[in-house]
């Protein structure tokens, strides 16, 4: 069978060429991921470096895996705020409001979470929750995550900074780093004006080239050998995570990849026309692909993997298929052996005690503004969706989670639904949801 056949591009108005930009593009958007993961995890005592290795391997297999299956442009990978649960919270020491599990066990709490991720997947419990969000909910979504995405990258391009008082304000904007990553950001946007169809990806090299010829980021060569997985393999621990104290830590992780992965999806499909009448296609293979993947990332030494948010700056390319995908988790395994590279595409530059990542700014603030094109589709005439969408909408930035947005949308939506006498249009779902929200808000939360 021919790659047109296999991943249908002419029926997704899509070609060889596209796809493969769209793939590099969305790799080039989330490489920081595979040297912040070693970063992160290092603190419980992993080995970064085979957290480095099993972060690339599970990404590729996850996402594959994404594109094969699901054919969908959607990358895979360990996600942001997940892994500071699991470092800093589960296996965090006591002394600093950590539960101070050892990080075996929090990867096996970790394993039982997937495993529960991909049965809901397998039933279809996880894709006919997709269903039952209105309309309005999914294109606020969108926004949000857009709006997330755009804060990350004024924060890592370092035109805001953290202020007591008022807890953002702008930042040094005569900083090298800062003014690379703003050049960054106007070159996308010139070429993107001007029609380009790798505008983000040529952006975010040629800001990769003036980081090192300024010396912000350090040249690290281009070619070493992938390091060892040996220290992680396999060292999960799942009985003593089957254990009554753990419960709460399993619930956690299992409600934050069932969000994220729920809020992302709709997100990225609602940005690149994948959605078919408030539904989307393959969905329970999309969501049964995280879970597999969260289970074979426990397994190699990586927390949580769920759909990338950052893969819309492939769709932004014109990706519309699995292929991108496939391209992507290709570039990821090459991530193992040209280490060097991928390590100056996510490298942080220390700014005033904060960490800035100049190169892959860019691209989350373009991105970030395309995805606030959902608002056009919000119902701003009907009171319980405008005002549930609006909270969806700010609660992600001002939260800095995905999941808070979907958790505040959910619960504002029932109740005021119910107030204005309509309470039997809401899907059950999504009261149990909205229900569950409230009780880990009661239950969960300091």
Same mark, same amino acid.
């Given at each position: 069978?021919?790659?047109?056949?296999?991943?249908?591009?002419? +029926?997704?108005?899509? *070609?060889?060429?596209?796809? =493969?930009?769209?793939?590099?593009?969305?790799?080039?958007?989330?490489?920081?991921?595979?040297?912040?993961?070693?970063?992160?995890?290092?603190?419980?005592?992993?080995?970064?470096?085979?957290?480095?290795?099993?972060?690339?391997?599970?990404?590729?297999?996850?996402?594959?895996?994404?594109?094969?299956?699901?054919?969908?442009?959607?990358?895979?990978?360990?996600?942001?705020?997940? #892994?500071?649960?699991?470092?800093? =919270?589960?296996?965090?020491? =006591?002394?600093?409001?950590?539960?101070?599990?050892?990080?075996?066990?929090?990867?096996?709490?970790?394993?039982?979470?997937?495993?529960?991720?991909?049965?809901?997947?397998?039933?279809?419990?996880? !894709?006919?929750?997709?269903?039952?969000?209105?309309?309005?909910?999914?294109?606020?979504?969108?926004?949000?995550?857009?709006?997330?995405?755009?804060?990350? /990258?004024?924060?890592? +391009?370092?035109?805001?900074? +953290?202020?007591?008082?008022?807890?953002?304000?702008?930042? #040094?904007?005569?900083?090298?780093?800062?003014?690379?990553?703003?050049?960054?950001?106007?070159? &996308?946007?010139?070429?993107?004006?001007?029609?380009?169809?790798?505008?983000?990806?040529?952006?975010?090299?040629?800001?990769?080239?003036?980081?090192?010829?300024?010396?912000?980021?350090?040249?690290?060569?281009?070619?070493?050998?992938?390091?060892?997985?040996?220290?992680?393999?396999?060292?999960?621990?799942?009985?003593?995570?089957?254990?009554?104290?753990?419960?709460?830590?399993?619930?956690?992780?299992?409600?934050?990849?069932?969000? *994220?992965? &729920?809020?992302?999806?709709?997100?990225?499909?609602?940005?690149?026309?994948?959605?078919?009448?408030?539904?989307?296609?393959?969905?329970?293979?999309?969501?049964?692909?995280?879970?597999?993947?969260?289970?074979?990332?426990?397994?190699? /030494?990586?927390?949580?993997?769920?759909?990338?948010?950052?893969?819309?700056?492939?769709? !932004? !390319?014109?990706?519309?298929?699995?292929?991108?995908?496939?391209?992507?988790?290709?570039?990821?395994?090459?991530?193992?052996?040209?280490?060097?590279?991928?390590?100056?595409?996510?490298?942080?530059?220390?700014?005033?005690?904060?960490?800035?990542?100049?190169?892959?700014?860019?691209?989350?603030?373009?991105?970030?503004?395309?995805?606030?094109?959902?608002?056009?589709?919000?119902?701003?005439?009907?009171?319980?969706?405008?005002?549930?969408?609006?909270?969806?909408?700010?609660?992600?930035?001002?939260?800095?989670?995905?999941?808070? /947005?979907?958790?505040?949308?959910?619960?504002?939506?029932?109740?005021?639904?119910?107030?204005?006498?309509?309470?039997?249009? =809401?899907?059950?779902?999504?009261?149990?949801? +909205?229900?569950?929200?409230?009780?880990?808000?009661?239950?969960?939360?300091?």
């Amino acid at each position: 069978m021919t790659l047109d056949g296999f991943f249908q591009l002419r +029926a997704r108005g899509t *070609d060889v060429r596209t796809e =493969v930009v769209g793939g590099a593009t969305t790799f080039v958007a989330l490489s920081y991921i595979v040297f912040v993961q070693p970063a992160v995890l290092g603190t419980t005592g992993m080995d970064p470096g085979a957290v480095l290795t099993a972060t690339c391997l599970t990404s590729a297999f996850a996402t594959a895996l994404m594109g094969l299956w699901a054919n969908y442009p959607i990358a895979v990978a360990p996600a942001m705020g997940h #892994n500071f649960y699991f470092a800093f =919270v589960v296996a965090g020491p =006591v002394a600093i409001g950590g539960l101070g599990y050892p990080w075996p066990v929090a990867l096996g709490a970790n394993c039982i979470a997937g495993i529960a991720f991909l049965a809901l997947s397998l039933i279809g419990l996880r !894709e006919r929750l997709i269903d039952a969000i209105p309309d309005s909910l999914k294109h606020a979504i969108a926004a949000g995550i857009g709006l997330l995405l755009a804060l990350v /990258g004024f924060e890592w +391009a370092g035109v805001v900074r +953290a202020a007591p008082g008022t807890l953002v304000a702008l930042g #040094n904007l005569r900083h090298p780093a800062v003014l690379v990553a703003i050049g960054g950001t106007l070159l &996308i946007g010139g070429l993107l004006a001007r029609g380009s169809r790798g505008a983000i990806l040529v952006g975010t090299l040629a800001t990769a080239t003036a980081a090192v010829a300024l010396g912000l980021v350090p040249y690290h060569g281009v070619v070493a050998p992938p390091p060892s997985l040996a220290p992680t393999l396999a060292k999960l621990e799942v009985g003593a995570a089957l254990t009554p104290r753990l419960v709460t830590v399993v619930f956690v992780l299992f409600f934050l990849g069932l969000f *994220d992965t &729920i809020g992302t999806l709709v997100g990225v499909a609602e940005q690149a026309g994948f959605l078919r009448g408030g539904r989307l296609p393959r969905a329970r293979e999309a969501m049964a692909t995280d879970a597999l993947g969260t289970i074979v990332g426990t397994v190699l /030494g990586t927390s949580t993997v769920t759909a990338y948010v950052e893969s819309a700056a492939g769709i !932004e !390319e014109g990706a519309r298929t699995g292929l991108a995908s496939v391209v992507t988790a290709v570039l990821l395994l090459a991530a193992l052996f040209f280490a060097p590279l991928a390590r100056m595409a996510g490298a942080g530059v220390d700014v005033g005690g904060a960490t800035l990542h100049p190169i892959v700014a860019p691209a989350l603030i373009v991105v970030g503004s395309f995805m606030l094109r959902a608002v056009t589709q919000l119902d701003v005439r009907d009171p319980p969706a405008a005002i549930a969408s609006f909270l969806t909408m700010v609660t992600m930035p001002f939260a800095f989670s995905i999941t808070e /947005g979907i958790a505040f949308g959910f619960i504002a939506y029932a109740l005021l639904m119910l107030a204005a006498g309509r309470g039997r249009a =809401v899907h059950p779902l999504l009261y149990l949801f +909205a229900v569950l929200f409230l009780a880990r808000y009661a239950l969960l939360t300091t």
